[in-house]
């Protein structure tokens, strides 16, 4: 009889199910089985597929707290492909096991405003991945754990940088190329200065030495388009004192990079 009156009214009306859960839907043999929604005494509520009392098939399960699970369930557990919302704002769309992000999918975080696409293991991104940002786009890997990477960098302007990276700033051995087609590579000490370099800009003008504000700093060689040759001192892009000129021209040196 109680089993009775569960399937005729279950289906139309929530029945207490036990101390802390409350149910109305479909019913066989005494067990959630089809389309139901259940609550919870912690305020979460669950609308989706059963199959003989576990949830089974898509769902959606919402916490007062604002996270919010929509997706495939496997015998009770968030298995397959879903779309996770968190409390803080984050979200994550693709595949899980048990819960946690495991296969492709992309990840959004609220603090940075950045979006990380690959392939996840336990949690993890692995392998080769895609970040997003307002500024880049990033697309290497992340196997190392203490913010040092390797990639390629391609920037909201048109710009691309390619080597390593430290937490996503242009740091180690790497060429970075503008939008206007001028050519840097050496260490890079940060984003901005760079030692040993080499510099080329789209004039065919070539600097060898260090860069600070990505403009030549300290001593340097230059050679120009024609052929001709000379060090000098720079400080901040200007060119303060020029000597060991080659003769063999009527160009003038240009005193700062572009």
Do not use: C
Not at 25 to 30: E, L, N
Not at 37 to 61: A, C, P, W
């Amino acid at each position: 009889m109680k089993n009775l009156i569960r399937y005729l009214f279950g289906r139309f009306y929530f029945v207490k199910f036990s101390k802390i859960l409350i149910y109305k839907g479909s019913w066989s043999k005494g067990l959630f089985h089809g389309y139901g929604v259940l609550k919870h005494n912690d305020k979460s509520t669950y609308q989706g597929n059963f199959r003989f009392g576990s949830k089974h098939g898509y769902g959606e399960i919402s916490y007062a707290s604002g996270f919010k699970y929509s997706g495939e369930w496997k015998n009770g557990h968030q298995t397959g492909s879903a779309k996770i919302s968190y409390k803080n704002g984050d979200w994550y769309q693709g595949f899980v096991k048990n819960g946690i992000r495991n296969g492709f999918g992309e990840f959004h975080e609220k603090s940075s405003q950045r979006t990380f696409k690959g392939n996840w293991n336990n949690g993890a991104l692995t392998g080769e991945v895609q970040i997003l940002s307002d500024e880049w786009e990033f697309i290497g890997s992340l196997n190392n754990q203490n913010g040092r990477t390797k990639g390629k960098l391609a920037y909201s302007d048109g710009s691309v940088y390619e080597g390593e990276l430290l937490k996503f700033t242009r740091h180690g051995i790497g060429k970075f190329t503008n939008k206007s087609g001028n050519k840097i590579s050496g260490f890079w000490v940060d984003d901005t200065s760079v030692n040993f370099s080499t510099s080329t800009d789209a004039h065919g003008f070539q600097w060898y030495g260090s860069l600070r504000n990505l403009k030549p700093h300290g001593f340097m060689k230059v050679k120009l388009p024609n052929g001709q040759k000379y060090d000098g001192v720079w400080h901040n892009g200007n060119l303060q004192e020029a000597f060991s000129i080659q003769k063999n021209t009527h160009s003038k040196p240009v005193n700062q990079i572009h």
